[in-house]
């Protein structure tokens, strides 16, 4: 074998163009596999967050709007429903708490606290300083604070996205009584 034969079998081979699309198509198609499912689960995401902050904020306007007591079988309504808005795979934990703010003290404190799953009941100690938390209030003001959580496992897992947890903390203030009322026996 000489030289010129090596050169000429490399020449050959470098302007022969047979077969480029399929070797191109072979080895793009799962770069752009991976980029449409990436791109679907990050949407995927962020719809969810949404629909999840909708519901929690659903869920605050309707308490905002009771003037009769709160009973736990009401709460336990409140996470089927947000169960329902989110289309959630499993149960979301939910927690409903009235705050009051005490100006001679410049602290929050609790009218009472419900939850349902596995976040845990507020407490005074938990809210006392929640000014970067809540929103200003004045002197006997309440607010009423709901929060959610759930667990979020988008359809791919690609290595850019894993499970998640969707949290929401939102807050509305009663409308149409000076305060929202917890009856546990009701």
């Known amino acids: 074998m000489t030289w010129s034969f090596i050169k000429s079998r490399l020449a050959a081979f470098r302007d022969e163009t047979g077969g480029t699309v399929s ?3 072979i080895v793009m198609a799962p ?19 949404g629909v999840h902050e909708k519901s929690a904020f659903t869920i605050a306007d309707m308490i905002s709007r009771e003037t009769d007591p709160i009973t736990p079988d009401y709460i336990d309504a409140t996470r089927d429903l947000v169960s329902f808005l989110t289309r959630a795979n499993g149960q979301p ?18 009218d009472w606290s419900q939850k349902r799953g596995s976040l845990t009941k507020l407490r005074n100690s938990d809210v006392k300083f929640w000014h970067d938390k809540l929103p200003e209030m004045v002197n006997g003001e309440r607010i009423i604070l709901v929060e959610t959580q759930l667990e979020y496992t988008p359809p791919f897992l690609y290595g850019l996205m894993e499970e998640n947890t969707i949290r929401t903390f939102v807050f509305a203030r009663p409308r149409f ?3 929202v009322i917890y009856d546990a026996n009701g």
């Open 23 to 25: 070797v191109e198509f």
């Open 31 to 49: 770069i752009i596999f991976w980029a449409y499912a990436s791109m679907f689960s990050w949407f995927d995401a962020y719809r969810q967050v």
């Open 93 to 110: 934990d939910i927690r409903v708490s009235v705050i009051r703010y005490v100006k001679k003290k410049d602290q929050f404190r609790l």
């Open 177 to 179: 009584a000076p305060k």
